[in-house]
């Protein structure tokens, strides 16, 4: 069983930055490859990153490739997305997601197995 916290959303400036984090529970935090997604008022659930369990490999929507950043710390329990020159459009509920998978880069939300509660992220233009 993992449980996952996101924090670090906010109201930030286009063009500004924000870091989220997701601290997890459980021992075999590190075993685990971890995503996040987000969802815009009436729109569905998009990928948005995604961190492999050694954090060797990642994999970003081409939506934020260039702009977004996942990584890990296995030692902290702790997944970060940090995201720069944000846009109208990043707004957003954003969640972290854990699943255990090999040689594989997991996007759709039903690969992944724990869930975060969510943070708001809003970007005024």
């Known amino acids: 069983q993992v449980q996952l916290v996101e924090s670090g959303g906010g109201l930030v400036q286009a063009g500004g930055s924000l870091r989220l984090s997701c601290a997890a529970s459980g021992r075999t935090f590190s075993s685990y490859a971890l995503g996040w997604f987000r969802q815009a008022p009436g729109k569905e659930r998009e990928f948005v990153a995604g961190?492999?369990?050694?954090?060797?490999?990642?994999y970003y929507a081409d939506s934020v490739k260039g702009r977004f950043t996942i990584s890990r710390d296995n030692a902290k329990n702790t997944v970060y997305l940090q995201m720069n020159s944000l846009k109208p459009e990043d707004t957003a509920v954003y969640y972290c997601a854990a699943t255990r998978v090999d040689n594989y880069y997991p996007t759709l939300g039903y690969e992944y197995w724990y869930w975060g509660q969510g943070t708001q992220v809003t970007v005024s233009s």
């Open positions: 961190i492999t369990w050694r954090g060797v490999n990642t």
